[in-house]
């Protein structure tokens, strides 16, 4: 248990905020396996402040996801500060999070993500202008730096803390490595010994084990789980219990996966109506079956699927011959 300003953490797990995935639908699949703290996917300042549609509709949270992160980015402190006081104000998100580390290119031509990785007074003087304005907890998630050549991470966690930031997040990588290459966990330690707000470690986290010898090596107060609970939220169910009792939890069968990615689909409908919502699962359905032998077949089915009933019809008759093929083996 730990505090992000005045609201507690109940774990050492934490859902990174993922553009594209992380809606009120995926967050709340995972908090229910016992995330600690889930964040929401990036929304622009711009978005919020001149009310897009599809923007507001991205500021979605279910009240059973509490204690969660929303975040912006931008790259104007007028338009940044805006956006952060509507969330304070009209949202039940606990935490406003601000993007420090999003590498692509249509972000960073804005000045806004990574871009800010250059400038430690620009941090901190967008950050401190955010903080000024709100009421709840105000933290920063970035990267290590631009570069090999401009590695600021150290200088601008000082900054983001002198700002007033009550925690950040510090993914191991460089803006150039995108999402290639490895993670520096050297940095996230040092990043940890040099500030004295929490410090949640980011990157390569794809085993419980993995999990805890970051935490041990690093000090850090919690790890940031990403890519590797892409259609397996029992990455962070396993992942806590093993930092809780030093159990390590079986992985899960093909139909307990099955069941799963159906009530996320569920609530995706639920969320953003069956059509548009049967085309983001099939991404989500692959994830739920990667490493499930014979998925390779079946992909094109999901890919195909334009209805509840032919995504689910697809996921059952594959769980069928899984169990099949157990049986015989």
């Not at 509709?57 to 279910?62: C, E």
């Not at 007074?121 to 730096?145: F, S």
């Not at 093993?242 to 689909?265: A, F, N, R, S, W």
């Not at 983001?280 to 509840?308: C, D, F, P, Q, S």
């Amino acid at each position: 248990m730990w505090n992000i300003g005045d609201i507690t953490i109940p774990n050492q797990v934490v859902l990174a905020p993922m553009a594209g995935v992380c809606n009120s639908a995926f967050r709340l699949t995972v908090k229910e396996f016992g995330a600690g703290l889930v964040c929401a996917e990036m929304v622009s300042d711009k978005g919020i402040v001149n009310n897009n549609e599809r923007t507001m509709k991205m500021l979605y949270i279910d009240e059973e996801e509490s204690p969660m992160s929303l975040q912006i980015f931008g790259g104007e402190k007028q338009t940044l500060v805006e956006a952060a006081q509507f969330v304070d104000k009209n949202t039940t998100a606990d935490i406003i999070d601000i993007n420090m580390g999003c590498p692509v290119p249509k972000i960073t031509k804005c000045d806004a993500g990574s871009k800010w990785l250059l400038d430690p007074n620009k941090i901190h003087e967008m950050v401190a202008a955010v903080v000024k304005n709100v009421d709840k907890p105000v933290t920063v998630k970035m990267r290590t730096g631009w570069d090999e050549d401009h590695i600021l991470a150290i200088e601008n966690g000082k900054a983001l803390e002198e700002a007033g930031a009550k925690a950040v997040a510090l993914h191991g990588r460089t803006r150039a490595q995108l999402y290639e290459g490895y993670a520096d966990w050297d940095i996230v330690r040092r990043l940890k010994e040099n500030i004295s707000i929490p410090v949640i470690g980011n990157g390569d986290i794809d085993t419980p084990q993995e999990a805890k010898r970051r935490l041990d090596e690093t000090g850090v107060d919690a790890v940031m789980i990403g890519r590797a609970a892409l259609g397996d939220p029992w990455m962070i169910y396993r992942t806590t219990k093993y930092l809780e009792t030093g159990e390590l939890i079986d992985e899960p069968q093909p139909h307990e996966k099955i069941e799963v990615c159906k009530l996320h689909m569920d609530r995706l409908i639920a969320l953003k109506g069956e059509k548009t919502a049967i085309k983001e699962m099939r991404k989500h359905a692959a994830w739920y079956l990667k490493g499930v032998k014979g998925n390779g077949k079946v992909r094109r089915r999901i890919n195909e699927a334009e209805t509840r009933e032919q995504l689910v019809t697809v996921l059952n008759d594959f769980v069928q011959e899984s169990q099949a093929r157990m049986k015989v083996s």
